[in-house]
């Protein structure tokens, strides 16, 4: 069967990955180096995006969150995460600073959501929820680190944390006293 045309910064369709998909490693390699050979970057970044696993979905099952579960998400943007968690846990709080994402964030979570606009940074996770709770989130790399202090600090309430970092403020995190890297 011929696959759909590639054209130069064109869409990607779902009829692409789904020839992808179906047709297995190969035929989706020849098609990553199609592209890197036509030197169109836009739609290889698109295609590649689509086809490997969403970070959403990898972070869901590195948190381990079951049915009976709270989970707090730091920044959840525009919901993606969010709704994840939403559809395994009973109930997720999602605290974002952008003003501008909290209508449709609210407008658009499931009922078991709970939108709090305010600066994780000043938010009292002790106080957040009546019962010991997951945390997850995406932390931006100018707040990572004050996050992860106030994180320690409400250790009793927090069953365990996943987050995404930045590479070089995990590697900080992982270096030794007096290294180039800490």
Do not use: C, W
Not at 15 to 39: N, W, Y
């Amino acid at each position: 069967q011929p696959r759909p045309a590639l054209e130069r910064g064109g869409t990607l369709g779902d009829e692409h990955v789904e020839v992808a998909r179906e047709t297995g490693v190969g035929p989706a390699l020849r098609m990553v180096r199609e592209l890197a050979q036509r030197d169109d970057a836009l739609l290889l970044h698109r295609l590649l995006l689509r086809l490997v696993a969403r970070p959403d979905q990898r972070i869901v099952r590195l948190a381990t969150v079951s049915s009976n579960d709270t989970v707090v998400e730091i920044g959840p943007g525009a919901g993606a995460l969010t709704r994840e968690l939403a559809a395994i846990a009973s109930r997720v709080i999602a605290i974002e600073i952008d003003r501008d994402l909290i209508p449709k964030l609210r407008s658009g979570m499931p009922r078991n959501v709970e939108i709090v606009e305010a600066d994780a940074l000043d938010v009292d996770f002790t106080a957040l929820a009546a019962q010991p709770f997951h945390l997850v989130g995406n932390l931006p790399y100018n707040v990572a680190t004050p996050l992860l202090k106030r994180f320690i600090d409400a250790r009793a309430h927090i069953l365990d944390v996943t987050i995404m970092l930045q590479k070089e403020v995990a590697e900080r995190i992982r270096a030794t006293p007096s290294t180039a890297d800490y």
